[in-house]
């Protein structure tokens, strides 16, 4: 079993949908949660961070993280052509130097004009 | 402000053939990653680097070294190119977790 589960899609949505993208894991260690977005042919680039449980919002972007089900979620509202890419989850553990991150495979969402 | 800056952006290599690829970070963070990513696999991280003048073997390390002689600067060399090693590579830096990417090279071993 991996450590970080991610449906690969592919997601296709209506412009104007609320899109759902989720990944689980199965290391109660994790602290450190990452989205991040990545364009064809760019690289991986920082969309949403949160350390432990919660939420956090920002802009039409909310990143919750479930610590009790092992569940991260990003939701984005009123979807954009513009939001289409792939979104990979990434994770990692509060254990001192060694800041590995682990990560999904990515799910590539496509938001239809 | 540039970020993680690789160089080359493509390549093309004989079997056979060895190359430097560079990476460059102007946001003193101490830890550094080389990861590629091929299709259906994800990111997959090579060697990382917690600070200078150390390194460390991640996932998939076979194949290559790496060096960080300067904080800013991580090195990652591949000392005969197989086809195996075709893939886009990051190299990418870290602070406090999150972690911030280049633009990718392109290698392609024929």
């Known amino acids: 079993q991996k450590e970080v589960e991610q449906d690969p899609g592919p997601l296709s949505v209506p412009e104007g949908a609320i899109v759902s993208l989720n990944c689980t894991y199965s290391?109660?260690?994790?602290?450190?949660f990452m989205w991040y977005r990545q364009y064809s042919r760019k690289g991986p680039e920082l969309l949403m961070y949160?350390?432990s449980s919660g939420n956090k919002e920002d802009g039409r972007f909310t990143a919750q993280v479930d610590k009790s089900s092992k569940y991260i979620s990003l939701f984005i509202r009123d979807s954009q052509p513009s939001d289409s890419a792939t979104y990979l989850c990434?994770?990692?553990?509060?254990?001192?130097?060694?800041?590995?991150?682990?990560w999904g495979l990515g799910t590539s969402l496509a938001v239809n004009p | 402000n540039a970020g993680v800056t690789q160089t080359p952006k493509f390549r093309v290599l004989k079997t056979g053939q060895s190359m430097t690829l560079l990476c460059a970070q102007d946001m003193n963070h101490e830890y550094m990653y080389w990861y590629r990513q091929d299709p259906g696999m994800g990111l997959r991280l090579i060697h990382y680097s917690v600070g200078e003048g150390t390194t460390a073997k991640g996932e998939v390390p076979d194949g290559y070294n790496v060096s960080r002689l300067k904080k800013q600067n991580f090195l990652l060399g591949l000392e005969s190119a197989a086809p195996s090693q075709t893939s886009v590579y990051f190299c990418?830096?870290?602070?406090?977790?999150?972690?911030?990417f280049g633009q990718g090279t392109r290698l392609t071993v024929v």
């Open positions: 290391n109660s260690a994790f602290q450190y």
């Open positions: 990434a994770m990692s553990a509060n254990a001192g130097n060694n800041r590995k991150l682990i």
């Open positions: 949160t350390y």
């Open positions: 990418a830096s870290s602070r406090a977790g999150e972690a911030f």
